[in-house]
């Protein structure tokens, strides 16, 4: 099953293969998602980070409309700083700062 395969390939913690740079993989991604008639593919992140954001929080991003960091009471500061490392290590990164280019500051 495709599923299973996926599951142990994410298992290593990447979805790139050993053998294979990012640029590469990310080539091969992009000509296959062509192949299906599949375009644009990189909003599909910036839409999973952004659902994912509000789904944790319970407010929008500052992308969608939510708000600001400034405008955030400082409990909420604390949860927005947490979700979007979260988010950010789910999208692959390390660092939270990273998660701006998907939710807004």
């Keep these: ?30 000509a296959q998602c062509q192949r299906a008639g599949i375009n644009r593919v990189h909003g599909l992140r910036h839409r999973y980070a952004q659902e994912r954001y509000a789904a944790k929080t319970g407010w929008q991003c500052p992308a969608r409309g939510g708000p600001t960091r400034k405008q955030l009471t400082p409990e909420q500061r604390s949860i927005d700083q947490r979700v979007r490392l979260e988010i950010s290590l789910e999208l692959g990164h390390g660092r939270a700062q990273v998660s701006a280019i998907y939710l807004g500051r």
């Design 1 to 30: 099953m495709v599923l299973d395969q996926a599951k142990r390939l994410a298992a290593g913690g990447s979805l790139i293969p050993a053998h294979l740079s990012y640029r590469a993989q990310l080539n091969v991604f992009k």
